[in-house]
């Protein structure tokens, strides 16, 4: 029921800048925590960051510095600014909620970042 929409990816050089995009429907989305995820070919999905219903935000380790989580809750959106990329940063983008029972997956956005 509850469907995400990701948006945004690219090619980009690395050092490059994209600003993803997600747009949640089905749910009442201001009270929902949400997180990006991505995947890159042959390894598991991480979480890249979060932001809470109430604005806090984490990042990890790899990503912190470089990339932004903000969200619209009128726009039922989060974004994902994403500068000074590196080809470590290549793989398919996802958002969802952080929790432990996930929404159903959307199709993602691919982000390549070339050398």
């Known amino acids: 029921q509850v469907q995400v929409v990701e948006s945004g990816g690219g090619l980009v050089q690395a050092g490059g800048f994209l600003r993803l995009t997600c747009v949640v429907s089905?749910?009442?989305?201001?009270?929902?925590?949400m997180g990006w995820y991505r995947q890159a070919p042959g390894r598991q999905r991480e979480l890249v960051a979060s932001?809470?219903?109430?604005?806090?935000?984490n990042y990890a380790d790899g990503v912190e510095g470089r990339f932004t989580v903000s969200r619209d809750n009128a726009k039922r959106t989060v974004y994902l600014q994403m500068n000074s990329l590196k080809p470590e940063d290549t793989a398919v983008y996802y958002c969802?909620?952080?929790?432990?029972?996930?929404?159903?997956w959307g199709q993602g956005t691919q982000v390549t970042v070339s050398s």
């Open positions: 969802n909620n952080p929790g432990t029972v996930p929404w159903r």
């Open positions: 932001i809470t219903r109430a604005g806090t935000t």
């Open positions: 089905g749910t009442i989305f201001s009270i929902n925590a």
